[in-house]
């Protein structure tokens, strides 16, 4: 099992976890919108540590992306491996095909 597979299994877990005894619980207990707000933040902050081309801070902003994603995907029932399901869908297509097959493209 990979850190990142690790990391979602507690994430999920979490869900049901106090919120007054984990950061993860009480983002949870928030509700989606706030969940996909800090994703949001996170985001951002990632993105000025690609700009300014910092490798150490973009590689802890792109961490800190990842467990958000998977908290704002857990706040609305989607797994990794449901996250990984479509990945594996799309494999062996065109980027731009793909996007082109998308409702309203």
Known sequence: MTALHRLAATVLDRKTADPDSSWTARLLAKG??????????????AII???????ARLTAEAAD??????VMLAA???????????LTRREGTSG??????????
């Open 32 to 45: 989606p919108e706030k969940c996909a707000e800090k994703f949001g933040e996170e985001a951002v902050e």
């Open 49 to 55: 540590e690609a700009v300014k081309g910092d490798r």
């Open 65 to 70: 992306v990842m467990f958000h994603l998977l």
């Open 76 to 86: 609305r029932d989607i797994t990794l491996e449901d996250v990984e399901a479509e």
């Open 96 to 105: 731009l095909a793909e996007k082109a097959a998308r409702p309203g493209a």
